[in-house]
């Protein structure tokens, strides 16, 4: 009985740090979405910093290298930086993302834009909810999955060429049926690679930026293929 108490007590410990850690990843993701969305409506709605920003060719470009170069290092190096480096860098990346999506305000209205967040958000919780309670290992998805987001990336290239329409909406409807897998996928190995004691501590925190970062990839990338079906163009 005494076994028994200590091993239903130490699973009990495991899971709450779980739920601990996986509260701090939320809640950097929010802080980057945030950021996001404040950086965008601000932009969208200031004309005169809208129109130097995106009246210049050249300066999309930049914000789109900058923000893929941001990107790649944080993912690749952020166990290697210092806490204040990784949150600059998140929050850097958050809010250069903002600027290149306030050209989102000019495209389609707020109202779908709004529209389509929430139903963002209400897919995006589901998916990331199943992926913290199920038991069933999701593993396997991760080959499909990346090959999945592969071949999107190789087929919106293609597509920048030939312009098809067909293409553009297979692109879009798979685009969304991978997101909402990697959301699942990313938020159980996210919760899977806490590192058990380690909580309150720098690596723990750095843990939780780099699973931020993971999920507000999904999400954002999840929302612009839902707004290509849901959006109102102006």
């Not at 945030?34 to 130097?52: D, E, H, R, S």
């Not at 920048?160 to 879009?172: A, E, G, K, N």
Request: aromatic content about 12%.
């Amino acid at each position: 009985m005494e076994r028994e108490y200590i091993r239903h007590s130490s699973v009990d410990a495991v899971a709450a740090e779980q739920q601990r850690f996986m509260v701090r990843v939320y809640n950097w993701m929010g802080a980057g979405l945030g950021i996001t969305g404040v950086m965008a409506f601000y932009i969208a709605n200031t004309p005169t910093i809208f129109n130097i920003l995106m009246g210049n060719p050249i300066l999309p470009i930049v914000l789109i290298v900058a923000q893929i170069g941001l990107v790649f290092w944080l993912a690749s190096r952020v166990m290697q930086m210092s806490v204040s480096q990784a949150t600059g860098v998140f929050l850097l990346y958050a809010g250069l993302t903002g600027i290149t999506f306030s050209t989102l305000f000019v495209v389609y209205t707020a109202a779908s834009i709004t529209s389509t967040f929430l139903v963002t958000a209400g897919t995006f919780s589901a998916m990331s909810f199943y992926g913290y309670t199920t038991k069933k290992d999701l593993t396997s998805w991760g080959s499909f999955l990346f090959m999945g987001l592969i071949g999107l990336i190789i087929a919106s290239l293609v597509n920048m060429f030939m312009q098809s329409p067909m293409l553009h909406w297979i692109i879009t409807y798979a685009g969304v049926l991978i997101f909402v897998g990697l959301t699942a996928y990313d938020t159980q190995k996210i919760k899977e690679m806490n590192i058990l004691g380690n909580e309150g501590t720098d690596e723990d925190t750095k843990e939780a930026i780099r699973g931020a970062l993971t999920l507000y990839l999904d999400f954002i990338n999840l929302f612009l293929m839902l707004l290509r079906i849901m959006g109102d163009r102006r």
